[in-house]
């Protein structure tokens, strides 16, 4: 049972458009919510985080919006490009606890293709 | 900085067959972390380390065995490999010392793509 959900799992975008992505978690506990990037053939590599006491972080074209009532967190990605398709997963993690050890929940992914 | 790597890239195992897969990490991380990669499922942790000498159990441990002898490696053995064991295999490390944002960022390798037939 994934404890974080994402949707859509697959978005085609036109470039300059906005891509959206949504995460749900249930575990409150969850205390830092990364997104990673991935590249066909690549690993995932961190592109933003937040920590729930902040409603948006903002790096670039991409910004984190969390809503800590409704237990969802979503990834906008501001004037698309081509460049940008890829797979992006969100996660959490419960950062304050002692026993996390940094392990992260992810999500199933989303990969977003932008058309030229 | 290599940064994170993984040896083998590809490998094609016969069921029963045994592997064990290689990580390396020049950072001088703490934390190390080794997932599978399966298509709808996201990444799910297979085992992890906090440090060198230690192991434990993640979401999906069975079939699979670790090793961490040296702080900057982290070993993955199937003994005994199985068709359901077919994924794309990461290694990650963090800095673990919960200092900072950045300190729990995940650094991943480039990935092992394991057949099983």
């Known amino acids: 049972q994934q404890q974080v959900k994402q949707s859509p799992q697959s978005l085609i975008v036109q470039k300059g458009g906005i891509s959206i992505i949504n995460c749900a978690y249930e575990?409150?506990?969850?205390?830092?919510f990364p997104w990673y990037q991935q590249f066909p053939g690549k690993g995932p590599a961190l592109l933003i985080a937040i920590r729930p006491d902040v409603s948006e972080k903002k790096e670039g074209r991409f910004t984190i919006s969390f809503n800590k009532s409704a237990k969802q967190f979503s990834l906008h990605i501001m004037d698309s490009q081509p460049g940008d398709s890829a797979t992006y997963f969100c996660?959490?993690?419960?950062?304050?606890?002692?026993?996390?050890?940094?392990?992260?929940?992810f999500g199933a992914g989303t990969q977003v293709v932008v058309t030229p | 900085n290599a940064g994170v790597t993984q040896t083998p890239k590809f490998r094609v195992l016969k069921t029963g067959q045994s592997m064990t897969l290689l990580c390396a990490q020049d950072m001088n991380h703490e934390y190390m972390y080794w997932y599978r990669q399966d298509p709808g499922m996201g990444l799910r942790l297979i085992h992890y380390s906090v440090g060198e000498g230690t192991t434990a159990k993640g979401e999906v441990p069975d079939g699979y065995n670790v090793s961490r002898l040296k702080k900057q490696n982290f070993l993955l053995g199937l003994e005994s490999a199985a068709p359901s064991q077919t994924s794309v295999y990461f290694c990650a490390s963090s800095g673990g010392d919960h200092r900072g944002l950045s300190s729990y960022e995940q650094y991943f390798g480039p990935g092992t793509r394991l057949t099983v037939t």
């Open positions: 575990n409150t506990a969850f205390d830092y």
């Open positions: 996660a959490a993690s419960r950062e304050a606890a002692t026993d996390s050890w940094g392990k992260l929940q």
